[in-house]
Each structure stands twice: as structure tokens, then as C-alpha cells.
């Protein structure tokens, strides 16, 4: 589909996470976890960023590895929600 594209695509696959969370927190008030998912959140505007400023090649082998750390960090905030919620 082109460049385009797939800089559109990583941009939403990075921000769906965080927008999967709202369903799952139940309301938008104020919870400790929410530290967490806004460093998703700036994991997700330096992907983000980086995607867009940098042409396709080698520097993007770091972004893979940012966005697993991004991954990471939103699943030990849900598993800290879902542990502590109860």
C-alpha cells in the first residue's frame, strides 16, 4: 500500500492499547495505574514520531524493540489493575 500507508497503520496499532484500556478500567477516575498507561502513552508518541521522521531501514530494529517494551508495559499495567481492582 506504500509508505503512507504503514505509517498510518503503526500509528494506530500503537495508540490501540491505550484505547483498549478505557472499556477495561470501567470509568475514567483516578486510579495509580494510570502513571503507567500515560508511559505507554509516550512510548507510543516517540514510536510514533521516529516512524515518521525516519525513512525505512536499519534504525527501525530499534523501534521494534519499543515497541515491545511499549507492550510490556501495558500488559504489567493491566495485570497490576486486574490484581489490585478487587
Do not use: D
Not at 12 to 26: Q, R, T
Not at 28 to 53: H, K
Amino acid at each position: 500500500f506504500g509508505k503512507t500507508f504503514a505509517r498510518i497503520e503503526i500509528g494506530l496499532f500503537c495508540f490501540l492499547p491505550i484505547l483498549l484500556w478505557i472499556p477495561l478500567a470501567g470509568s475514567i477516575r483516578w486510579e495509580p495505574v494510570w502513571i503507567v498507561i500515560f508511559l505507554v502513552a509516550q512510548f507510543a508518541v516517540f514510536l510514533i514520531n521516529s516512524v515518521v521522521s525516519h525513512e525505512p531501514g536499519p534504525v527501525y530494529n530499534r523501534l521494534l524493540a519499543v515497541a515491545a517494551l511499549q507492550l510490556i508495559a501495558y500488559a504489567v499495567a493491566i495485570t497490576l489493575h486486574v490484581a489490585f481492582r478487587a
